[in-house]
């Protein structure tokens, strides 16, 4: 009797384990490769419109304002930025704002620096946690504390606990970009 050519049953099952196997092992790297480019490819969107605003800023010799965590469309004067993938955040908000304060390339094309008045949580009279203005006594009065926003933005990866910062140089140019981590 001839033998006839294929492969058993059993040689098949082992195939296929070994498959599974190799899938199982891979699939979670595979998903912190998708994650990495994503927030990769989101800090290229972000240094693209800034040095779009930075461009248009000299072009029409006049300050653009860059939105952040915004997706309304951009004007001549006005470019807006929000992180398409689900689960990149922009970490560096000042306390006491939900939202990071824009950012200004003057018409020399500088990045210009940002001012705010520095917050603090206070508990009001019916237990509400609340913000209020950070303020010291100055002469005997009451004078708000004023903080500097950084000329770097931090996008944060929640799932891989990742960030990459952004920074800038006094003149408006994009710097360098840190690799960090996250909470």
């Not at 199982?24 to 419109?49: C, G, N, W, Y």
């Not at 939900?98 to 206070?122: L, W």
Request: glycine share 4%.
């Amino acid at each position: 009797m001839r033998k006839s050519q294929g492969f058993t049953l059993i040689e098949l099952m082992v195939t296929i384990a070994v498959l599974a196997i190799v899938a199982m092992i891979a699939a979670p790297s595979f998903t912190d490769m998708l994650q990495k480019r994503k927030l990769e490819s989101e800090v290229k969107d972000l240094i693209h419109i800034l040095s779009q605003a930075r461009s248009q800023a000299v072009l029409l010799k006049t300050n653009i304002v860059v939105g952040l965590n915004s997706s309304s469309s951009n004007t001549a004067t006005n470019y807006f930025w929000k992180p398409q993938s689900e689960g990149i955040l922009i970490k560096n908000i000042p306390d006491g704002h939900i939202a990071p304060p824009d950012i200004v390339f003057n018409a020399q094309g500088m990045y210009m620096p940002r001012h705010f008045v520095k917050m603090k949580r206070e508990t009001n009279s019916e237990g509400d946690e609340i913000w209020v203005a950070d303020q010291i006594n100055i002469d005997g009065s009451m004078v708000d504390q004023l903080e500097s926003y950084s000329r770097n933005i931090i996008l944060c990866s929640k799932k891989l606990k990742v960030s990459k910062t952004i920074n800038y140089s006094v003149i408006g140019t994009f710097d360098s970009i840190e690799e960090g981590v996250c909470s």
